[in-house]
């Protein structure tokens, strides 16, 4: 479904991300973990055209989206949900919500999202009419998740998604991820937390300064020396 | 000891300004929400809006409601060949870059204009029929001051509806916020800023025509300073806070006509230096302006 090919992202002189490549079939949950500044979000938003690629190629269901606008990669059905969630603090949550389905014109498919984000995430309906920066960080990363389901994604794309949560929201969160996963949406999940990523996915990609440097199924990651002692702190 | 009669003349005068202001600063201020730039030349939009009417009128003889409409078209197809031209390749450069390129674009504009125009003064008569005079208890309000006062407020309503009921609206208000969030939902930036543009030329199309009728002449800078003052007044309001430039372009209409007001005749020519002294008082004790928020993630 997404295929990454020799990706490289550079700041200037210095590369970010030097020549990853990496592949996602349809249906599969994947994670790639790595630390602060492995040059993850980076990745992230080549991928989703935020920035340019300075050079690789970027397939997602069948298309070529190199280096093509952000909405087009939304509207083709490859949506981010970012890191530090970027909601529209002053825009209602009704408005996020509906801003998520901005690529969608069809009013009564809006509606159907909207009733259906809802109800996976009740605290929002409580809370529509309000300014979306009156909710807590925890209700924040659930609107941001709602606000890219608007659009009926095929692939979802989530930066650190449990970043500055409580345990019991990050549990949360990765149990929403779990109830997209059976649904079957493919589900790309960039996280520091490997140990709750490792158990969410299907596969993993490790990755360290701009490249990867480990990938694999996630039972046999989680049982890896190297990533043990770099990532789950240990023992566990 | 000024009489009430005065004094109210002064205020519709300073409410009128204010009006003016307020529909020339809305347009500095959603271009600046969104792109954090500051158009300078968009005073000049207002200019060119001015020749194009007087042309129409004088030498096609069209009238006015249709000179209006035809010279709001121009000058929005010119406000868009300008964001295309001179700000869509500078979309990434810093704030300081693109102020000196909309500076540029603003100087450009001024000498076309003396070029096609010539740098003479020209009057500009509104009909008599906008001029005549009403009493209404003790104020004297002129057909086109109430037609100003009312448009205002119109173009205000609608401006408000479409911000936050249309789609287009919601994005405007999410880019402004948030660009790079704004394009992970799937949100055409260009086209955003188009509209801001187009919104904003439009709109300084009409305060050039009432501004021009308050004058009664038409020259190639005539938009220029009225432009800054509505610049300032965006500033006070806290730039990128629409209800913040509307307030502040009151605040500055009605202070300046007051000060003109007031002041012996000998210093009225001070009253442009005297709103630019206000702006940076504002800024002293609020350097966001008065309804101007903290600065979120952008880029
Ligand atoms: N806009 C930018 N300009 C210059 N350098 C940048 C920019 N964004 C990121 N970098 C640099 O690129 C490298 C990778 O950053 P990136 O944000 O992709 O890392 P990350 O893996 O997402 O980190 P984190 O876990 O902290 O979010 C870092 O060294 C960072 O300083
Ligand atoms: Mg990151």
Redo the contacts between chains.
């Keep these: 479904m997404l295929e990454i090919k020799d990706l490289v992202v550079r700041y200037g002189g210095i590369s970010a991300v030097k020549g990853i490549s990496l592949e996602i079939a349809e249906g599969e949950t994947v994670a790639l973990i790595g630390a602060n500044g492995a040059g993850k979000s980076s990745m992230l938003h080549a991928v989703s055209g935020l920035i340019k690629t300075a050079s690789g190629k970027i397939t997602f269901d069948r298309h070529d989206i190199t280096g093509i606008g952000a909405d087009r990669i939304v509207s083709l059905g490859l949506v981010q949900v970012p890191e530090g969630r970027q909601i529209f603090t002053r825009l209602s949550v009704d408005e996020n919500l509906r801003m998520g389905a901005y690529v969608n014109r069809d009013k009564a498919d809006i509606e159907r999202n909207r009733a259906r984000v809802l109800d996976l995430f009740p605290i929002l309906k409580e809370r529509a009419k309000q300014s979306a920066g009156t909710l807590s960080g925890g209700e924040q990363q659930m609107l941001a998740i709602g606000r890219a389901l608007m659009s009926s994604p095929k692939m979802l794309l989530l930066d650190e998604p449990s970043m500055g949560l409580s345990p019991i929201m990050t549990e949360e969160v990765f149990g929403v991820l779990r109830g997209l996963k059976d649904q079957g949406i493919t589900v790309f999940v960039i996280e520091q937390n490997a140990y709750d990523a490792l158990e969410l996915a299907d596969r993993a990609y490790i990755m360290e300064t701009g490249t990867i440097t480990l990938e694999g199924k996630s039972s046999d990651l989680i049982r890896d020396e190297r990533v043990k002692a770099a990532y789950l702190g240990g023992d566990i | 000891m000024i009489n009430s009669a005065y004094f109210m003349s002064m205020l519709i005068s300073g409410l009128k300004l204010g009006s003016i202001y307020a529909i020339v600063a809305i347009g500095y201020s959603i271009v600046y929400g969104i792109l954090r730039l500051i158009n300078f030349a968009h005073g000049d939009i207002m200019t060119i809006g001015v020749y194009i009417i007087l042309m129409l009128m004088n030498q096609a003889g069209v009238p006015i409601p249709a000179a209006l409409l035809i010279s709001v078209a121009f000058s929005v197809g010119v406000g868009l060949l300008i964001e295309r031209l001179a700000y869509r390749p500078l979309r990434d450069a810093s704030e300081e870059t693109t102020l000196i390129s909309s500076l540029a674009v603003s100087a450009l504009l001024q000498n076309m204009l003396q070029m096609v125009f010539s740098a003479q003064r020209q009057p500009f008569m509104l009909p008599e029929a906008l001029r005549t005079t009403h009493k209404i208890g003790i104020v004297n309000l002129s057909t086109i001051n109430i037609i100003t006062f009312i448009s205002t407020a119109i173009f205000l309503v609608i401006l408000h509806l479409v911000l936050t009921k249309t789609?287009i609206g919601?994005?405007m208000?999410?880019c402004s916020?948030?660009l790079?969030?704004?394009?992970?939902?799937?949100?055409?930036?260009n086209r955003v800023v188009m509209t801001a543009f187009a919104i904003g030329s439009g709109l300084a199309v009409i305060a050039g025509f009432l501004l021009a009728g308050e004058y009664k002449t038409v020259y190639p800078s005539l938009g220029f300073v009225p432009g800054l003052k509505a610049f300032c007044a965006a500033v006070i309001g806290g730039i990128g806070s629409l209800g913040g430039a509307v307030t502040g372009a009151f605040i500055i209409g009605i202070a300046e006509m007051l000060f003109a007001g007031l002041v012996p005749t000998t210093m009225t020519a001070y009253r442009d230096a005297f709103v630019f002294l206000l702006m940076v008082i504002v800024l002293l004790f609020r350097p966001n302006g008065l309804f101007g928020?903290s600065e979120?993630?952008r880029s």
């Design positions: 789609r919601t994005a208000r999410a916020e948030n790079r969030a704004a394009r992970l939902m799937g949100v055409n930036v928020g979120t993630a």
